[in-house]
């Protein structure tokens, strides 16, 4: 991995858990690049707009952090090693499923499919057993996602006061 070059950019378990937030901007934030890699190595895993990558081991509970992929530019994308890459089934609106499923209500359906003693983990047999709640109204998705990403610059804001 490098932050140079390359031809292919790959989303890290560990970034997701600590430097990305329920929605990862791809075209502002800092994502390396695969040493080496060859896009036709990897073109049945690349990502697209609106999926949303679950880190699936960690220390601790936060084991299921999602983060939703927006702005994916023309660099190639696609999950590391101990991520969970999903595309809804249903189109969703920007932000929704990231905010949804960092949000304790569908948290809490995790906690009992967790698995292991130091490192915990998720399956994705485990993660299919998971509902997904959402509104059907495309416009309600959206004014919720936005609301939430809204709130999130704000709280930013506020912490970088002196």
């Given amino acids: 991995m490098n932050y140079e070059r ?6 890290h378990y560990g970034d997701i858990l600590i430097k990305y937030g329920a929605v990862t901007n791809c ?24 999926d949303v990558l679950i ?12 983060t939703e992929i ?3 530019s023309d660099i190639p994308m696609v999950s590391g090693l101990h991520t969970i890459a999903c595309r809804p089934r249903v189109k ?7 905010y949804y499923m960092n949000s304790p209500s ?3 359906q995790l906690l009992p499919l967790m698995q292991g003693i130091k490192i915990l983990s998720i399956s994705r047999t485990n993660l299919a057993k998971t509902t997904i709640c959402y509104p059907v109204s495309a416009q309600e998705q959206l004014q919720i996602g936005k ?13 970088r006061e002196p």
Wanted: charged share 20%.
């Fill in 55 to 66: 880190a699936d081991a960690a220390e601790d509970e936060t084991v299921g952090k999602v």
């Fill in 147 to 159: 609301m939430f990403r809204d709130l999130d610059h704000l709280v930013t804001l506020h912490q």
């Fill in 92 to 98: 969703m609106q920007p932000n929704y499923l990231g």
């Fill in 6 to 11: 390359g031809k292919i950019k790959s989303v």
């Fill in 70 to 72: 927006a702005g994916i």
């Fill in 106 to 108: 569908y948290h809490q």
């Fill in 27 to 50: 075209g502002k934030g800092m994502i390396p690049f695969i040493t080496g890699a060859e896009i036709s190595d990897y073109r049945s895993q690349l990502l697209q707009d609106g």
